[in-house]
């Protein structure tokens, strides 16, 4: 489901393209990539991108430290 933020840009919200959007800002191919670039794993990554778990405060974490985006940004995008 697309969103549009306080700035009128289309924001993302929901997980698989959250990560989507990380691989494609650093050019990744494979969740397994992602995942090592979060410092996670890649069974991790699996279960949140097809909605069987929700996204961990850890992982919320480590996409802030890697991509610098603001933790809000992330938490909203996650929904």
């Known amino acids: ?12 919200q ?4 959250l ?8 050019n ?3 969740d397994a990539q992602l ?3 979060l410092g996670s794993r890649t069974p991790l990554i699996s279960r949140i991108r097809t909605g ?6 850890a ?3 480590a996409i802030h430290e890697q991509t610098k985006l603001p933790i809000d940004k992330i938490k909203e ?3």
């Open 35 to 37: 995942a090592h670039v």
């Open 1 to 12: 489901m697309k969103k549009k933020d306080d700035n009128g840009k289309w924001v993302v």
């Open 28 to 30: 990744i191919k494979t």
């Open 77 to 79: 995008m996650s929904k």
């Open 59 to 61: 992982l919320i974490i």
């Open 14 to 17: 929901s997980p698989h393209k």
């Open 52 to 57: 069987a778990m929700r996204m961990t405060p």
């Open 19 to 26: 990560f989507d959007y990380i691989r494609e800002m650093y």
